[in-house]
């Protein structure tokens, strides 16, 4: 009897978790508003509202202007080459600044828990700065409010957390911008009225989520006869990757012309799923990726769009803004920082400071970069 | 022999050589702590002690019942994902379901009890080795956890609710009370009950167990179902630090679990280990990977200290389990 009360239980419990997945066609997105592009380059956005800074404070902090100040780079998980693209740029940065020591550390899988105990291991090991990129916006928060009430300065690139918990986020380039690149590119690639799948990382993981909400937001209001047919989940597993895009190819058949990568895993193994199954033209392969990963598909023709920013740049921004906030130089309220080479980055959107639009890499250009 | 200080417990359930292990690893422990706070020092302050006690619990709570479930000569696999289902569940109920949160609390403990009810039942009933059974509803568990959730977290839980993960009381962080009074019960449980000797003599000799007239398969069902519960509310605890529910939640726990246990001198092969061993354990693990992070060295270097050690103390513990039998 108590074993019909589980079986039944867990059957119920499984009907709720399929019913749920019933009324939505789409899966890896997150609830929060979406705000989608003009279709055409011609139309004029409605230039959003100018936000009042909403970052937040260290209480207390050191004044370290032009001191060497001591940080540590806690990225979402390390051994990868998107994070190690943006440690070199924080090293680079030091480099040209002088006077700043960059750490990267951080756990070996892209597991919130283990990154919450790295920065609180770092909080009391005593530095001036953390830079971070969250696994999850909203758990990652009171470790930074922690470093933040110590007095250590905190600044977030790549993923963002709750903007309270941090001072500034270096965004690498907007959600609503990547998701009209991705689909932009895709529309034109496999056809207007073709079908695709997504390979993301978790659906948990805030940038992909955001993106993929973005993506959808943006197809309904420009190419709405794109058909949408799942999303599955690969982690940050180069051979999940390439087992999930290989099941995708062989369930779906025909009907496929289309395969999203959202992470820098998924799209190179996607692409080589494709090739392996000898559907290059056949079915689309649009991304976010890194150049190197991508070369040997764009220039076998099997993958024409690889989108992306410039990790290097995001990493070096990063390592400026923090200096910028130690100097002072860089005040709530302020439209514009100063990023070395960079130039001079905006402020938008109350406490972010925007790397650039998303970049596209083809045939063409993909051979002028290194990373 | 006269180093058992206890006169009921029977020679051959406890052998004498456990308490020299556990002696032996709290001494490292001990040299560990002084290395590490010569090379750091904000080691050994209390405020960092106490905030890796905080941060440990999770595993500590669920490491208790694993310890008894090792003692039998079984294993539990599955209680990463029961915590993943359990705080799935707390979020779930209390977000789309409308329950009260408190009424969310007691509904995912119950559905962690009733996950390791299922190990336990069927492990027991259908005698599925555990090793299997656990393996098996690590995915299912897991799966249900992220079918039901949809990949949707669940944020913005009321303030009170955070207490038992981020507050302190009396200058203790407030979920080290709960390992504290668990720890306590844990040890008591099964160092002075007849329950907790029918563990060591289930894990000894199963069979002798059962032809003593003891209750092994009752007894099993309690300890796989209590380690689900366990599991559940060490799934609250985490949801209440970290302030958001994740369907990837508590994602390899069973391997820090039950390496804290193994390490503590509990033989993976039953019948041997303590609960004071799996605390020594469990604060060693801790330690060390706080120590080591402090002192500069980084996560997978210190991942592989950690191997190091596990592998070291299990030699040594072999090593002198062959010299006591004398092979």
Redesign the interface.
Known sequence: M??G???A??SA??L???A??AD?RW??A??LPVNPLACSAGEANAAPAAKPYDGGRPTNAADKAGKPITLVDVPKL??IGYFNATSKGMQDAAKALGNVTVKT?????A???EQ???I???I???VDGILFAAN?P??I??VLKKALSKGIHVVGYDANSAPDAREWFVNQAEFNGIAKAMIDSMAKEAGEDKSFAIVTS???TPNQ?RWIAEMWAYAQKCHPKLKWLETV?AQEDNNLSFNQATTLINKHGDKLAGLFGMTSVATPASAEAVTKAKLCGKVAVVGLATPNAMKPYVNADCVKSVVLWNPVDLGYAATYVMRAVVDGSLKPGATSVDAGKLGKLNVVNGSEILLGSPFIFTKQNIKDFDF | MSEIPLPHRAKRVVPWWLLRHETMLAVILLIALIVLGGLNSRFLTLDNLLNQGRLTTEVGLIALPMTFIIITGGIDLSVGSIVGLCAILLGYSWKVFGFPLPLAICFSLLVGAAAGFLNGIVITRVKVPPLIMTIATLALYRGLAEGISQARSVRGYPEWFYFIGQENLFGVPAQLWLLLIAIVISAIVLDRTIFGRTLYAIGNNETAARFSGLPVDRVKLIIYTLSGLMAGLSACVLVSRVTTTRSDMGIGYELDVIAAVVLGGTSIFGGVGTIWGTVVGLAMIQLLKNGLALTGVKGDATIVVIGTVLILSTLVASSLQRRREGV
């Open positions: 108590k074993l009360f589980s079986a239980f867990l419990a499984l709720a978790g399929t749920s997945a939505k899966d890896g997150d609830d390390i051994g550390d951080g756990p070996t899988e597991k919130i828990d919450i105990k790295f609180d291991n770092y009391t090991s005593g999850d909203v758990a928060a009171p978790t659906f948990t989520a989940e």
